[in-house]
């Protein structure tokens, strides 16, 4: 779909307004205690569900709204005002439930898109994240179905998940576009265990856990996709993630930046305010020139991407990039602009100088982003 410039510009102000009405209040609540109330979770997605917003990534085909790219990226800004496990509440759900076949859209997706279970996406391992030539879960044809074995780690919402999407080797000896096969197993499935959950620098409350998956029995039905197709699966919705990231990045400078400027303009240290200083305005207009530098970025990913160009993969990896470390930077200049105040847990400044860290890691590296660029322009 193509909405107008207006029907996006609706969009963002509604999922602004569910952010300061409905998410920020938990914000501090959420991270002191590094969890969130199962039944708030489920009430603010019932809210968000009643907005017309909760799995708002998904394409029509499979139920989803079927959102263009652009009207996904001033959402998932709007949501980067907020914390990471407050903003789960919408529904962002993995790209690879495009490859449910008629059944598993009846019984997976149907009830994830009424917000009445949850699920989680296992791909990391304990010897195996940026090299997916090195997975070692496997997945073993037997009488009726396959037998995992393995372990999983670092995965998000796997301890609460009604199911997992698992990638796990079924062909040894092919190359890695026929090797993976990726499943989904229900919670408490025989074979499936939640191992241990981590304790970690930001995202409090946004739970990442470890799996392990002895002689576990998976159903054919359970099988997401063709068999061997798992890398591809991947591959078709890798470059979204990345440019939900970068977005989500963008909002949380720019959550930011509000912060600070007002701090500016008001705070005064040897009779002046902040703001008059040079050394603060120089901290300012470098971030507000990086910010608007990174939401360029996601837009012409956007647009990329809603004009199926094949470069959509290459300025997804650059927006990644240049927008987790811009957020980075404009954490680390905000906290400074606020002097101890940054520092005290009273302001967010300090969650989300630690949330941003995160974005350099997960959804591919920073490394593995420039890995991609330096041989796009190498050839
Ligand atoms: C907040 C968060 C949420 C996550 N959620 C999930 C999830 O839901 N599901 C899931 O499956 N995983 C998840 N992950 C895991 C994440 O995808 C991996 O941590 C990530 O892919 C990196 O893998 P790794 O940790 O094994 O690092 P490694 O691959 O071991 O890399 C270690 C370091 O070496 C660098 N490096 C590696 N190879 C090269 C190279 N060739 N050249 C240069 N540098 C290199 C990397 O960039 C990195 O800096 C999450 C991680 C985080 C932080």
Same mark, same amino acid.
């Given at each position: 779909?193509?909405?107008?410039?207006?029907?996006?510009?609706?969009?963002?102000?509604?999922?602004? !307004?569910?952010?300061?009405?409905?998410?920020?209040?938990?914000?501090?609540?959420?991270?002191?205690?590094?969890?969130? /109330?199962?039944?708030?979770?489920?009430?603010?997605?019932?809210?968000? &569900? @009643?907005?017309?917003?909760?799995?708002?990534?998904?394409?029509?085909?499979?139920?989803?709204?079927?959102?263009?790219?652009?009207?996904?990226?001033?959402?998932?800004?709007? =949501?980067?005002?907020? @914390? =990471?496990?407050?903003?789960? @509440?919408?529904?962002?759900? $993995?790209?690879?439930?495009?490859?449910?076949?008629?059944?598993?859209?009846?019984?997976?997706?149907?009830?994830?898109?009424?917000?009445?279970?949850?699920?989680?996406?296992?791909?990391?391992?304990?010897?195996?994240?940026?090299?997916?030539?090195?997975?070692?879960?496997?997945?073993?044809?037997?009488?009726?179905?396959?037998?995992?074995?393995?372990?999983?780690?670092?995965? !998000?919402?796997?301890?609460?998940?009604?199911?997992?999407?698992?990638?796990?080797?079924?062909?040894?000896?092919?190359?890695?576009?026929?090797? &993976?096969?990726?499943? %989904?197993?229900?919670?408490?499935? $025989?074979?499936?265990?939640?191992?241990?959950?981590?304790?970690?620098?930001?995202?409090?409350?946004?739970?990442?856990?470890?799996? !392990?998956?002895?002689?576990?029995?998976?159903?054919? @039905?359970?099988?997401?996709?063709?068999?061997?197709?798992?890398?591809?699966?991947?591959?078709?919705?890798?470059?979204?993630?990345?440019?939900?990231?970068? +977005?989500? +990045?963008?909002?949380?400078?720019?959550? &930011?930046?509000?912060?600070?400027?007002?701090?500016?303009?008001?705070?005064?240290?040897?009779?002046?305010?902040?703001?008059?200083?040079?050394?603060?305005?120089? =901290?300012?207009?470098? !971030?507000?020139?990086?910010?608007?530098?990174?939401?360029?970025? +996601?837009?012409?990913?956007?647009?990329?991407? /809603?004009?199926?160009?094949?470069?959509?993969?290459?300025?997804?990896?650059?927006?990644?990039?240049? +927008?987790?470390?811009?957020?980075?930077?404009?954490?680390?200049?905000? &906290?400074?602009?606020?002097?101890?105040?940054?520092? =005290?847990?009273?302001?967010?400044?300090?969650? %989300?100088?630690?949330?941003?860290?995160?974005?350099?890691?997960?959804?591919?590296?920073?490394?593995?982003?420039?890995?991609?660029?330096?041989?796009? %322009?190498?050839?």
């Amino acid at each position: 779909m193509h909405e107008t410039g207006e029907e996006i510009e609706l969009l963002r102000r509604t999922v602004r !307004s569910f952010v300061e009405s409905s998410l920020a209040p938990h914000e501090a609540a959420v991270d002191e205690a590094d969890d969130i /109330d199962p039944t708030l979770l489920h009430d603010l997605r019932r809210k968000a &569900l @009643s907005l017309g917003l909760y799995g708002y990534n998904l394409p029509e085909e499979i139920g989803g709204p079927g959102l263009s790219a652009a009207a996904r990226c001033a959402i998932d800004e709007e =949501m980067g005002h907020t @914390s =990471m496990p407050l903003a789960e @509440s919408l529904g962002h759900l $993995p790209g690879s439930l495009g490859f449910c076949d008629d059944g598993q859209r009846r019984w997976l997706i149907d009830p994830l898109l009424r917000a009445e279970t949850t699920i989680a996406y296992a791909l990391t391992e304990p010897d195996a994240g940026s090299d997916l030539a090195a997975l070692r879960t496997r997945a073993v044809r037997a009488d009726g179905g396959w037998v995992l074995n393995g372990s999983k780690h670092y995965i !998000s919402h796997a301890d609460t998940a009604d199911h997992t999407i698992v990638l796990a080797v079924t062909d040894r000896d092919a190359g890695l576009k026929g090797r &993976l096969t990726t499943f %989904i197993v229900p919670r408490d499935h $025989p074979g499936f265990r939640v191992t241990r959950r981590f304790r970690k620098l930001g995202w409090r409350g946004y739970h990442l856990s470890a799996l !392990s998956f002895e002689d576990c029995i998976v159903p054919v @039905s359970h099988v997401l996709g063709e068999v061997g197709g798992g890398f591809a699966a991947i591959m078709a919705t890798i470059n979204s993630d990345r440019l939900f990231v970068a +977005c989500r +990045c963008v909002g949380m400078a720019q959550r &930011l930046m509000d912060l600070a400027l007002p701090y500016a303009r008001e705070r005064k240290t040897f009779g002046k305010t902040l703001g008059e200083h040079e050394a603060i305005q120089f =901290m300012l207009a470098d !971030s507000d020139v990086e910010l608007e530098a990174a939401r360029l970025l +996601c837009q012409k990913a956007a647009m990329l991407a /809603d004009t199926r160009h094949p470069d959509f993969r290459i300025a997804a990896s650059r927006a990644k990039l240049y +927008c987790s470390e811009m957020a980075g930077r404009v954490a680390d200049r905000v &906290l400074q602009i606020f002097g101890g105040a940054g520092f =005290m847990c009273d302001l967010p400044i300090e969650r %989300i100088y630690r949330d941003v860290r995160g974005f350099r890691i997960g959804e591919g590296t920073s490394e593995m982003q420039r890995l991609q660029i330096a041989r796009h %322009i190498l050839g």
